[in-house]
Every structure is written in C-alpha cells, then in structure tokens.
C-alpha cells in the first residue's frame, strides 16, 4: 500500500540550512511534491519533483530523490523565520489524476 | 484570478447535524478534490470530481458522506449526522486538468 514518512520536528537557527527527509512506500509514484502549511492557512506547493529525476533546484530549494530508496529530501538554504510552517512531502500515482498522498508533516521551527 | 475559495472557514456542529462544506474552484478550473486533515495528521484523500460527475471516491466513509459538483454552482461536501470523530480540517483543491493541484484555506469543522 501507499505510505509516506516522515520526521515530525526540526528545530534550526536562522541562516542555518534546512534538511526535512521523506520515505515513501510506492515504486510507481510518478510525482513527489513539498508542500508549505502555515498556522490556519491551505497547502502551498512549494516544489515538486518527477520520478525519473535526482534532483531539482528552484532558487533557496533543493529537492533530491533517490529513487532506489525510496527517500526524498528538501533542503531550505539560509533559513528565515518566515520558513517557520509544517512541511508535508506528497507522492502521487498516475491513475488517470494525480491523486496525492501525503506524509504526516515536519515541523519546522526557525529561532532568531 | 482568485484562488479556491472554502466556505465557511469555521464551522461548529452538534453531534447529529449536518455539515455543509462548500468549495469553488479557481476560475476555468473543472476538477475538484476534497481531502481531510485529522488533527496532527497528513491529508487524507476523499474524492475526485469533474464538473457533474464523481471520478473517485475511494477516500470518502461509506455512510453519512457525500460529494457534489454541479453544472453551476460549488462543489459541495456534505456530512451528515456528525460525530465528534468529523472534527477536522477539510480542504479542497482544483486543477485545470488532472494535474498540478491548488488548495484552498480549508474548512475547520469542530462536532460538540
């Protein structure tokens, strides 16, 4: 079945870089997405990779994928206070949509 | 162009009320996904929706559930005769075709 993993807490200072690590379970996930939750708010997509690819770079994010472990991480550079949210990883199969499945989510708190 | 739109944002029920959730897509967007948000868990998938028609409904609970997404109009979901264990965040999220999806703040419902 589908599952997805991940830590449920990261504490970083400001400036410090970010790793929020992700397991997934199925090996026909065609996408993997980062999503950003803040307090009260919607899921924000913040950038996603596909399958066939290892790694991905969209200016302070870094997505890497190892395929063969099934394992996905997103580094945030120079971390603000402002990264302070629930981090969820997402993987989704093909089956005609994109229907997604998420992890539980990393906390991620930021301190001056 | 405005985002998905979810209403109400709050919403408080007594046990054995009905809940009606209300989500409308960003504009020319014709498919619709409802999830749930159990407290301290990832989002759950619930249905899949095109315009008069449900696509999938592998995530939604057999009984007291339904989903709707007519011609004109919202997509509605409807809980009826609510139990304490309802209480969560519900979010929708469209999509111009069945792929990159956009969410909406969500719908917090708490059963009394």
């Known amino acids: 079945g589908e599952d997805v993993e991940q830590s449920l807490f990261l504490s970083v200072r400001e400036g410090d870089s970010s790793v929020i690590n992700c397991t997934y379970t199925d090996s026909s996930s065609t996408y993997l997405y980062w999503y950003k939750q803040e307090p009260g708010a919607g899921l924000q997509l913040l950038t996603y990779i596909f399958s066939n690819m290892d790694m991905k770079q969209d200016q302070r994010l870094t997505v890497l994928l190892n395929k063969k472990d099934k394992h996905l991480s997103l580094r945030i550079a120079d971390t603000q206070t402002g990264d302070s949210a629930i981090y969820f990883c997402a993987e989704s199969t093909d089956t005609g949509f994109q229907k997604l499945v998420f992890g539980t989510g990393t906390r991620l708190l930021v301190s001056p | 162009n405005a985002g998905v739109m979810q209403n109400p944002r709050h919403l408080v029920r007594r046990r054995g009320q009905e809940a009606r959730l209300r989500c409308s897509p960003m504009?020319?967007?014709?498919?619709v996904y409802w999830y749930r948000q159990l407290p301290e868990e990832g989002l759950k998938f619930m249905v899949y929706l095109q315009k008069e028609n449900i696509i999938d409904e592998s995530g939604m609970p057999k009984e007291r559930f339904s989903a709707e997404f007519p011609k004109e109009g919202p997509s509605i979901l409807r809980i009826q005769q609510v139990v304490r264990g309802d209480s969560a965040a519900y979010f929708c999220?469209?999509?111009?075709?069945?792929?990159?999806?956009?969410f909406g703040p969500g719908t917090r419902l708490t059963v009394l």
């Open positions: 999220a469209s999509s111009p075709r069945s792929d990159e999806q956009f």
């Open positions: 504009k020319g967007h014709s498919h």
